[in-house]
């Protein structure tokens, strides 16, 4: 059975199976799904005021940050920035628990880049700690706002009269609100060109056909290893991802602010390399690799890879099939770990990138189908 069966099967056991356009769904957010998009829009939970969640996981913008000229997001304070490109939240809730799967050999699940929180929940509390995201010096510091808060009492109505009374209880509660909006029909919405090919409502373009034909064939693109494309046995829809890690032979993006901060926040200045799940897992043979992040929506959240190095999708394509035939990418910056099996000489035509580049267009939600 393979990991994408296993991780589905585990997906539907958790009540998390991803829909199809066929199923009858509700549009309703519950109220603790209500309460979570409340936070995640508050301005008022950064210090100083005026960053949100969305701030940086923009609507419009696939759930990813919204300026395209910066590589990584800025934190409410303009003068800092963290290291990574921001990734979308959206379809992030079907990631699995991060695990280590002994069948495969491999880690699995998780949220950030690197796997550093397990869950969704875990994922949710960090940036308001984050000094270079909303900057809160503590929890106690956050929940204060949220008691503060005009929807003070909803919080209460949701997770019990006593929810803001402990700081740590009330941070997780934080935590699992943000993550059940996250997991709500708002962000994880099925509602792309490929999803209503799937189910049989549109055709897909002559050039899209063949975008998608590259990109499933092994001797092609063989982007469908990583990122499924197929629907599940269940008739579920695909979520793009395999949610495992991978050292893609990235160079290190040298125009990142991250470069430049001061040492309290990066002591390694021009030095600095980002070992990804290396420093999560505490292994060597990790160095470099992160995560598998969904293709939904890819259209809508330059710049891409982990560190934010290539603005366009024809760039991404491009790096994909030529890497190790083109001396324009230059070195990777973690050069152990790097996955040589399938990428770096996919030998395809400009037409072929072209063709993938314009099926990844059809993954974009919000299609209008007639």
Avoid at 56 to 85: K, W
Avoid at 183 to 193: A, I, Q
Wanted: some cysteine; charged content about 25%; aromatic content about 10%.
């Amino acid at each position: 059975m393979s990991l994408c069966v296993l991780i589905l099967i585990a997906l539907t056991l958790m009540g998390l199976r991803p829909c199809n356009l066929n199923a009858a769904t509700s549009l309703q957010l519950s109220a603790e799904a209500e309460l979570g998009k409340v936070l995640f829009f508050d301005t008022n939970l950064s210090a100083p005021a005026g960053q949100s969640c969305a701030s940086c996981h923009s609507v419009q913008h696939g759930f990813a940050d919204p300026d395209r000229h910066l590589p990584v997001s800025q934190g409410v304070h303009a003068d800092r920035f963290g290291h990574r490109n921001t990734p979308s939240v959206a379809y992030a809730g079907f990631s699995p628990r991060f695990h280590f799967d002994a069948t495969e050999g491999l880690y699995v699940g998780g949220q950030f880049w690197d796997g550093r929180a397990a869950t969704l929940e875990e994922q949710a509390m960090q940036p308001f700690l984050n000094p270079l995201e909303m900057n809160n010096a503590s929890p106690a510091e956050l929940v204060d706002k949220v008691r503060k808060a005009d929807y003070a009492d909803r919080f209460r109505q949701v997770y019990g009269e006593n929810a803001l009374d402990d700081v740590t209880v009330a941070h997780q509660n934080i935590g699992k609100a943000i993550a059940a909006y996250e997991r709500s029909h708002e962000l994880n919405p099925f509602t792309s060109k490929y999803d209503y090919y799937l189910a049989g409502k549109v055709q897909l373009s002559e050039q899209e056909m063949r975008g998608l034909q590259v990109f499933e064939a092994e001797d092609k693109g063989n982007c469908a290893a990583c990122h499924p494309s197929a629907p599940g046995e269940d008739g579920s829809a695909p979520l793009f991802t395999d949610f495992t890690y991978d050292n893609l032979g990235t160079p290190a993006n040298k125009t990142n602010p991250f470069y430049q901060m001061a040492k309290i926040y990066n002591p390694d200045g021009e030095d600095f390399v980002d070992r990804g799940l290396g420093v999560t897992t505490g292994k060597k043979e990790e160095d470099g690799k992160v995560k598998v992040m969904t293709l939904r929506n890819i259209e809508l959240t330059a710049p891409y890879m982990h560190n934010g190095i290539f603005t366009t999708l024809k760039e991404v394509v491009n790096f994909y099939n030529t890497r190790d035939v083109s001396d324009k990418w230059g070195k990777p910056e973690v050069a152990a770990n790097v996955n040589q099996d399938e990428l770096g000489d996919l030998q395809l035509t400009e037409q072929e990138e072209d063709d993938l580049v314009a099926f990844l267009r059809t993954l974009t939600d919000g299609y209008a189908a007639d």
